[in-house]
């Protein structure tokens, strides 16, 4: 047998080589066919491109013209685009490290040995406000080794007093100071912008000072980007607020007497990731990126330029209706923190935003990560998404838009004087309109709230939960705007006991109306409203027999335009005179047919659309 040699084969032999022009003239022809009518090729690529937010896009096609120039580097070495060290996860993949804001010392102790036996590697603590009080430390970490356990402090503004109690605890168990391991959780320009109080840094800087003299395998500081992805920014934002915080804290660590690659090494930084995958790759390679450069601009070599980045599962995403869906998010979300080549993952319980989360769901958010990391081997490869064009230029423009945003942060004043200034709160809270819109419309969909919504669901009761400090920023979830609606129709079916109702008027055969019909029972589940349907196609004959048997007092026509043509202002009128206070049609129009209030179809503002509707059928 010859075995061919490299001359023989020819992988792709007989196909013509493409090239983007080519793929461009396609892609035109195709949008011309569908309507688009006669577009270049460029306009063809734009027109295929999504816009993702503050001007970044995603485009239908990548090759090797989009590639960096200049090359990426290499893990490990400056500016350390692809990880903080050579080898990346391979020693075991990424810190798997679980959330706990447990008040109670005792049920906070089980809770934290069970995770420590069944996988976690690492423990954060809320302490103090919302969490464990500082008293009962030593109580809620009993049994827990702090020189192999990591223990990371969530104390908010009372993060001096947790510190001195956690590194008095650790004197008291007779840990060695070189082998004591956490992070001590101060940041008190996140606290400021969580909850609008000021917290002096001297604080913050003492404990790094003592930590870089004392405990070299502990860090003293946060830099905490989810108060501002928390608040509606988008990844560049969170990016952007990052390095000014972070920025901020280098010049008081200095100040303070550390050397400049001391000062970076206390710090540790905290990033949100969620069901955008490429989106969150990209956010930690950038972060990394940015980071990078601004150490470099410090005068540090070496690995102190490298970010430790800490990625936690986004709150934002986090849905309180068909939460079960959360764990597929989260599945997602950490997915995108280990391939982004974080250090540490957190995976909130699929229930967090319900209250205090059960041992079933802790347990679902632990085994996420470790079925990553030890099934699906996540963590045998370094930088797994580097090379990819797409990855990396995504990487790019979030790093851009990441920079101008600190470079504008820095020239009003720094952090503190954009927090103060309303500069930041501003600039954020315009993304999230923006964001709320394709929500409200649900260009955006939420399963299970804004699209496939189940309103026999058996909700999940939960002991509540401490409340999270506010009081600066805002916290939004994606859910928001379809909750408050969905919150009204139960209110209504606890006062009397039934919801409230729509009727689907079905017109033609099951053919004809079977789409919008499920189209429109879709819409108004998501505002808690009940779709009732006759057993049939209805008439303006048999429609208002129809609609009093439904108990509904309001109606929405479902069917095709010809037969809309025929029928639906005849069939309105019925609805009207049977006592419908509004009429609906399914459909895109050029206008309403005659007895019809409003056109219902996919990309209308479905926000509106619903608490109209509420509103009309007088739920308060």
């Known amino acids: 047998m010859t075995v061919p040699s490299e001359d023989d084969l020819?992988?792709?032999?007989?196909?013509?080589?493409g090239d983007r022009e080519r793929w461009r003239s396609l892609a035109a022809g195709v949008l011309k066919k569908a309507g688009a009518g006669e577009l270049s090729g460029e306009e063809a690529e734009s027109r295929l491109s999504t816009r993702l937010e503050e001007g970044v896009r995603t485009l239908p096609l990548y090759t090797a013209e989009n590639a960096p120039?200049?090359?990426?580097g290499f893990p490990g070495a400056a500016p350390f685009l692809r990880g903080g060290r050579p080898e990346g996860p391979l020693m075991g993949g990424w810190e798997i490290?679980?959330?706990?804001?447990?008040?109670?010392?005792?049920?906070?102790?089980?809770?934290?040995?069970?995770?420590?036996e069944l996988g976690v590697a690492a423990l954060w603590v809320a302490v103090g406000d919302g969490g464990v009080p500082v008293a009962e430390l030593p109580e809620a970490l009993d049994g827990v080794l702090l020189d192999l356990a990591p223990v990371v402090l969530d104390a908010g503004a009372g993060y001096a007093e947790a510190a001195r109690a956690f590194l008095a605890l650790l004197d008291a168990r007779g840990v060695a100071p070189e082998a004591a391991l956490g992070v001590l959780g101060a940041d008190p320009l996140g606290v400021r912008a969580r909850t609008g109080a000021r917290v002096a840094l001297d604080d913050a800087v003492a404990l790094a000072v003592e930590c870089a003299r004392g405990y070299p395998r502990m860090r003293a500081l946060v830099v905490d980007g989810t108060p501002f992805h928390e608040a509606g920014g988008s990844a560049g934002q969170e990016l952007g607020c990052s390095l000014a915080v972070g920025v901020a804290y280098v010049r008081a660590l200095v100040d303070g007497g550390l050397p400049v690659e001391e000062a970076l090494r206390q710090l540790e930084f905290r990033y949100a990731v969620d069901a955008d995958q490429f989106l969150g790759i990209a956010k930690l390679r950038a972060a990394r990126w940015l980071w990078g450069r601004v150490a470099e601009v410090c005068g540090a070599t070496g690995e102190a330029g490298a970010q430790r980045q800490h990625a936690v599962t986004s709150r934002v995403m986090m849905a309180r209706r068909d939460p079960w869906v959360n764990m597929l998010r989260t599945t997602v979300a950490g997915l995108a923190a280990g391939v982004g080549g974080a250090d540490a993952v957190t995976v909130l319980p699929f229930d967090e935003g319900l209250g205090q989360s059960v041992g079933f769901s802790r347990r679902i958010a632990r085994n996420t990560s470790v079925i990553l990391v030890e099934e699906s081997h996540l963590g045998r490869v370094v930088d797994p998404a580097g090379g990819s064009w797409y990855v990396e230029s995504l990487t790019r423009e979030?790093?851009?838009a990441g920079w101008a945003w600190f470079r504008e942060i820095e020239a009003a004043g720094g952090m503190a004087a954009a927090l103060d200034s309303g500069l930041v709160e501003e600039r954020v809270a315009a993304t999230w309109r923006e964001r709320s819109r394709r929500l409200a419309t649900r260009r955006e969909p939420v399963t299970g709230v804004s699209e496939f919504p189940a309103l026999d669901e058996e909700p999940l009761a939960r002991e509540p939960g401490p409340e999270r400090p506010g009081g600066?920023?805002?916290?939004?979830?994606?859910?928001?705007?379809?909750?408050?609606?969905?919150?009204?129709?139960?209110?209504?079916?606890?006062?009397?006991?039934?919801?409230?109702r729509v009727f689907l008027a079905t017109l033609g055969p099951v053919a004809a109306h079977t789409g919008r019909a499920t189209f429109a029972a879709n819409l108004f589940q998501a505002g808690g409203i009940e779709p009732v349907r006759p057993e049939g196609p209805v008439d303006a004959a048999t429609v208002a027999g129809a609609f009093a048997e439904s108990g509904a007092s309001v109606a929405c026509l479902c069917g095709a335009d010809a037969g809309y043509a025929e029928s639906a202002a005849e069939v309105a009128g019925a609805l009207v005179a049977a006592g419908a206070r509004r009429v609906y049609l399914a459909g895109r129009l050029p206008e309403p047919p005659d007895g019809v209030d409003e056109l219902v179809f996919a990309g209308g503002d479905a926000v509106a659309v619903l608490q109209a509707a509420l509103e009309t059928m007088g739920v308060a």
Not at 10 to 17: E, R, S, V
Not at 97 to 116: C, G, I, S, Y
Not at 472 to 500: I, M, N, Q, T, W
């Open 69 to 72: 120039p200049g090359g990426t």
């Open 398 to 400: 979030l790093a851009e």
């Open 10 to 17: 020819t992988l792709a032999a007989g196909f013509p080589a």
């Open 97 to 116: 490290r679980q959330h706990h804001a447990q008040p109670v010392a005792a049920k906070l102790n089980e809770a934290l040995r069970t995770d420590l």
């Open 472 to 500: 600066g920023l805002p916290s939004v979830r994606r859910d928001d705007a379809f909750e408050a609606l969905r919150a009204r129709a139960d209110a209504h079916l606890a006062a009397e006991g039934r919801r409230p």
